[in-house]
């Protein structure tokens, strides 16, 4: 953005640009922020960002050193536990294969739903149930980790039961939200697991997470 507006601008007004819009698709950001900091061209800002983006996330132990270590491990042990896994976003295909890799040595998801394979993106529930679809499973039987409020309102307007797992830029949103009961609200990461195996249990769910890390997946 430093490099394209064409008055000087603060960073931390563009990451408070972007909390605004945070969950929506990559495409849908980089309007919204080339609009309000007056870039008019909104192809070379995303050129520019996939830049960075790529030169960032080219170190996988830097991405793995983001602090995301214990969703990282639920979601090893759920592919240990051999339960569907499924990836929604509003990224990009290319952005979400870079990322995908960067996180685990061995692809753990059965289906990838990117911005790229929906016409209508978060809040909307079409990414969920595309990606339910894929899983040849009905949304009722499907469990959704979000950390934006749009992600968990696309989840529960699919049908879906969420837990909210927000990190450092999403966090806020959950101050005054409603959609979802706060124990459904995961802030501290170490205890996502536990609070997964409530949830199964809570639906009546027979199935139980253990803490492994067996077989391909460790």
């Keep these: 953005m430093q490099k394209l507006a064409p008055s000087p601008i603060d960073a931390e007004a563009v990451v408070q640009a972007y909390l605004d819009v945070v969950g929506q698709s990559s495409s849908y950001v980089v309007e919204a922020i080339a609009?309000?900091?007056?870039?008019?061209d909104h192809e070379q800002l995303t050129l520019t960002r996939n830049d960075a983006y790529q030169e960032m996330i080219a170190d996988a132990d830097r991405v793995r050193s983001l602090g995301i270590h214990p969703t990282i491990e639920v979601v090893l042990w759920a592919k240990s536990a051999r339960l569907k896994l499924g990836l929604g976003t509003s990224s990009d295909r290319p952005t979400t294969l870079m990322i995908v890799p960067a996180l685990f040595e061995v692809d753990p998801f059965d289906v990838i739903v990117t911005a790229d394979d929906v016409t209508h993106h978060k809040p909307h529930p079409e990414t969920y149930l595309v990606a339910a679809q894929g899983l040849a499973l009905d949304p009722s039987a499907c469990l959704v980790l979000e950390d934006t409020i749009v992600g968990v309102e696309a989840a529960l307007a699919a049908?879906?039961?969420?837990l909210a797992v927000p990190n450092e830029f999403t966090l806020s949103q959950y101050e005054d939200q409603t959609l979802l009961p706060e124990h459904h609200i995961v802030r501290d990461r170490s205890r996502l697991l536990g609070r997964i195996n409530d949830v199964l249990a809570e639906s009546g769910s027979p199935i139980t997470i253990p803490e492994s890390h067996g077989g391909e997946y460790s």
Excluded at 35 to 40: E, G, L, N, Q, T
Excluded at 159 to 162: D, H, L, N, Q, W
């Design 35 to 40: 609009r309000k900091f007056d870039v008019a």
């Design 159 to 162: 049908g879906m039961r969420c």
